[in-house]
């Protein structure tokens, strides 16, 4: 029980709009709890809007390709120019572009949220990505791109590093804005972080502080009661 009123006292002495506090914390936490809803939702859109693109473009240069090879021009192209990263292109998206653009988008997607985790980690992406202009934005797009290509998660496609980034191209430049805005939202930056161990102190010694301040209040209260009398 002294226990309970000692930690009450605390509350009321070092914070006496606790109540307050905890209702704009509450609010807080729900407006936050509402925005990543949202923007788990609006990422949602995103990778099936990257998936249309991704088919749409690849759709279309598929069907130039296929009519400009049976051109006269396009017959000596191939017999002159054996290209091996175009031929792996237009073979991959010419037999199965459905499966493949769900797939790439999806390693694409996965490969931004570890990124943006990381950059948001290292406040990387407050500094170098928030409130910048197009030409950093695109920047951003092509090393998404350029990181998804590298196949760190082992995904197993059997494309040269080339195809694999031309194949990522489209879906990083759909997906990156969106995944790094999306892991600001879930992590602090690792300063604050590294902060906590300041809070857990300035703890300890309000703590020690209103135990003195009880104790001292307990002894003057007892000093100053009148001595009983027979």
Not at 121 to 135: C, K, P, Q, S
């Amino acid at each position: 029980m002294n226990q309970h009123k000692t930690i009450q006292g605390w509350i009321k002495y070092y914070m006496p709009d606790w109540r307050q506090r905890c209702c704009a914390l509450q609010s807080a936490c729900k407006r936050r709890l509402r925005t990543i809803k949202f923007h788990i939702v609006k990422l949602l859109v995103q990778y099936l809007a990257a998936v249309l693109c991704f088919m749409l473009v690849f759709g279309m240069v598929n069907y130039f390709w296929f009519t400009y090879r049976h051109t006269p021009v396009g017959g000596m192209f191939l017999s002159s120019n054996q290209s091996e990263a175009i031929l792996a292109i237009f073979t991959a998206t010419n037999s199965n572009l459905v499966p493949l653009a769900f797939r790439l988008t999806l390693d694409t997607a996965a490969t931004c949220l570890l990124l943006g985790l990381v950059c948001q980690l290292l406040a990387v992406t407050r500094y170098f990505y928030e409130g910048r202009g197009l030409v950093n934005r695109l920047f951003w797009y092509v090393f998404c791109a350029a990181i998804t290509s590298l196949d760190l998660l082992q995904t197993g496609h059997q494309f040269d590093l080339t195809t694999r980034f031309v194949l990522y191209l489209i879906p990083a430049s759909c997906l990156a804005g969106e995944c790094l805005k999306f892991t600001s939202l879930l992590l602090p930056e690792i300063w604050i972080v590294l902060r906590v161990g300041e809070v857990r102190q300035f703890i300890k010694i309000a703590r020690i502080r209103n135990y003195q301040s009880v104790r001292d209040h307990g002894s003057r209260t007892v000093r100053g009661r009148p001595k009983a009398t027979d």
